[in-house]
């Protein structure tokens, strides 16, 4: 069936670095997609979106990066800090009445 | 201006018994889900409701759970006759009208069955 997978169940990197979390989609179908942040104990917190009609989109620090070819979205975290330490999911919205599917979410911890 | 609401934030329960679970969307938002997540996993999709209808109730078990968002007050997630299976954190969204696809998250309820 249709999934949201991730390559990697957790990512350590040191403050300051760069972060790179890395998400394959099945669905060639799905035409907006969604990372969001999850703190323990917390609800998803909305990072960044894009559509199917982009191949890239930055915000503040984060930049989500598509490739439609491979079905493959990235986010990228620029100058991690400790602060960024959570769960990150990404989502995909199945065009099915507008539920999002989500991944199993990659853990990022940030090393001082 | 307030986010999601959802309370209780923690729920113990005996098995057998019913839990509620209820979420206030963000003012202005006319459409609710409703989300399960074990530890360590993903969120699952449970059931997609505007006001006063179920619009996608494809990932709610058939028996047991019900949901429903009413013309007043806030959307209600039903569990009847709780089973251990039934632990989890339970998340509502919610989204704007005109921008369906983005769904802002409530802080969860934690439902615990003994």
């Known amino acids: 069936g249709e999934s949201v997978g991730l390559h990697l169940p957790t990512l350590s990197v040191q403050e300051g670095d760069n972060s790179i979390i890395n998400c394959a989609y099945s669905?060639?179908?799905?035409?907006?997609f969604i990372w969001y942040k999850q703190e323990s104990g917390k609800g998803p917190q909305f990072i960044i979106d894009i559509r199917s009609n982009m191949d890239k989109r930055q915000g503040q620090r984060v930049t989500v990066l598509l490739n439609k070819t491979v079905k493959h979205l990235s986010l990228q975290i620029a100058a991690t800090q400790p602060g960024d330490s959570a769960v990150y999911f990404c989502?995909?919205?199945?065009?099915?009445?507008?539920?999002?599917?989500f991944g199993a979410g990659t853990r990022l911890t940030v090393k001082p | 201006n307030a986010g999601v609401m959802q309370n209780p934030r923690h729920l113990v329960r005996r098995r057998g018994q019913e839990a509620r679970l209820r979420c206030s969307p963000m003012k202005g938002h006319s459409h609710v889900y409703w989300y399960r997540q074990l530890p360590e996993e993903g969120l699952k999709f449970m059931v997609y409701l505007q006001k006063e209808n179920i619009i996608d109730e494809s990932g709610m078990p058939k028996e047991r759970f019900s949901a429903e968002f009413p013309k007043e007050g806030p959307s209600i997630l039903r569990i009847q006759q709780v089973v251990r299976g039934d632990s989890a954190a339970y998340f509502c969204?919610?989204?704007?009208?005109?921008?369906?696809?983005?769904?802002?998250f409530g802080p969860g309820t934690r439902l615990l069955v003994l």
């Open positions: 669905n060639s179908a799905s035409d907006y």
């Open positions: 969204a919610s989204s704007p009208p005109r921008q369906q696809e983005t769904q802002y």
């Open positions: 989502a995909e919205n199945s065009g099915n009445n507008n539920d999002m599917r």
